[in-house]
């Protein structure tokens, strides 16, 4: 089957004449063509952004892409169900090749006073340094803390009417039951993307969070970041395995947060959704250019069968015009969508902008998401589009080249 639809190098030339022979029509084809495909590439580039966007927004600045935990710790947030020897697991957790960094962290609810009111908080102990960054817990910058330094979230700063440079007290219970106290300088005021940190949050660093609460070498979380966000089910499972981490929770983002993966899902489903609704025009559009031209072309059909043409070249050179119409809109299209995703990439798409003006962000399971995307693509994504037009012009040549190869010369010379 596939030897019959390829055209000898004569009925390529023919058919790309024929191509042209009405070019007011075949132009129109074109843009019709190279419209949809640039509209599917633009389409797939803000839903691979959007998908990358939620991914990286929950997994950057608080679940990374696996966290480990004692157990039971996740329900009941004992202060003393920790992870011991912190250090060494996570200096194996770093040997890992698949892993980018990993960090620990201890969370302690305190109260905390600027004056003789006191306020419910949250004590974050992390290393200030490794979460730091764009896509992670302190995403301003601040630089690195010093001794009895602290961050607070920007809700709870102006509930507490603190402000930078300000000596708060610090009051909590250490694992072992003992008082745990201390007076912490502001050293910012910080806006993070996790809602829990920015209403209760007080940031400081991890040894000092750990002498603070009487923790030795303890951490209740630990959280790691991998190189590729689709490797992290492997990395979890790979970790569990070890003997280090016997007994210990050991769990990826996606079982961290289904809520988010089907959320990801339902955005790719929609993505599907319009590409096969932009593929339907495309087809239609090719399809009645072809029928138009067979209709148009029955009598010269009529003439090569009556000198002897054989039905299978007709259908060849029908599925090649075919093709050709496909192909130059697609490449057409594709490269006009690639420039328009390299512009869009590099300034990014404001949402909020284009909706007037409204927030920047959105609040949402206890993350903030900015508003802002970064249009993205892959080569497979570009591949993928080509190799659908050319799929759908193939399909859509089917009937006209099936038609034409049926006719009888007589009827057709006669024009019938």
């Known amino acids: 089957m596939t030897s019959v639809l390829i055209p000898s190098r004569s009925t390529a030339r023919m058919a790309w004449r024929n191509l042209w022979r009405n070019r007011r029509r075949t132009i129109l084809a074109l843009v019709a063509i190279g419209l949809s495909v640039t509209l599917v590439i633009a389409y797939t580039s803000l839903m691979r952004a959007y998908s ?9 600045p608080m679940l990374g892409h696996v966290q480990m ?6 329900k009941d947030r ?5 992870l011991r020897d912190a250090g060494a697991l996570l200096d194996q957790v770093r040997r890992d090749p698949n892993v980018a960094d990993a960090t620990g962290r201890i969370y302690a609810p305190a109260l905390a006073a600027l004056g003789e009111e006191g306020f419910a908080v949250m004590v974050v102990g992390v290393d200030t340094v490794a979460e730091s960054g764009p896509t992670r817990l302190i995403n301003e910058v601040i630089g690195p803390l010093t001794a009895r330094q602290a961050l607070v979230g920007r809700q709870l700063a102006e509930l507490m009417g603190v402000r930078t440079g300000d000596e708060i007290a610090v009051v909590g219970q250490g694992i072992d039951g003992s008082l745990a106290n201390d007076l912490f300088t502001v050293k910012a005021i910080v806006t993070t993307p996790v809602d829990l940190v920015n209403r209760q949050g007080i940031i400081i660093g991890v040894a000092e ?4 609460f009487a923790m030795r070498d303890e951490v209740h979380e630990i959280v790691v970041h991998a190189r590729r966000a689709e490797a992290a089910a492997p990395l979890a499972q790979r970790l569990s395995a070890g003997p280090a981490f016997s007994g ?17 899902r339902i955005a790719d489903l929609a993505g599907m959704f319009v590409l096969i609704l932009v593929f339907i025009a495309a087809a239609a559009g090719v399809a009645n250019t072809m029928v138009m031209a ?4 029955t009598r010269e059909f009529g003439m090569l069968l009556a000198l002897g043409t054989h039905p299978v070249r007709l259908v060849q050179l029908v599925v090649a015009e075919s093709l050709a119409l496909g192909f130059i809109g697609a490449l057409v299209g594709s490269a006009i969508g690639v420039a328009i995703v390299a512009v869009t990439h590099r300034t990014g798409i404001d949402y909020a902008m284009l909706t007037g003006g409204g927030p920047s962000e959105l609040s949402f399971a206890g993350m903030r998401f900015s508003l802002r995307f970064y249009p993205t693509l892959d080569a497979i994504d570009v591949v993928r589009a080509i190799g659908a037009v050319a799929v759908t012009s193939l399909v859509a040549s089917i009937w006209p080249a099936v038609r034409a190869s ?8 006669r024009g019938a």
């Open 209 to 212: 969070a750990q002498t603070l």
């Open 294 to 297: 067979t209709f148009e072309r």
């Open 248 to 264: 210990a929770e050991v769990l990826d983002w996606q079982t961290l947060a289904p809520e988010m993966v089907n959320l990801v």
């Open 52 to 60: 990358g966007w939620i991914v990286e927004t929950i997994t950057g």
């Open 78 to 82: 004992l202060m003393d169900r920790t």
């Open 69 to 74: 935990h004692a157990p039971k710790w996740r």
């Open 406 to 413: 049926r006719l009888q010369p007589v009827r057709a010379l």
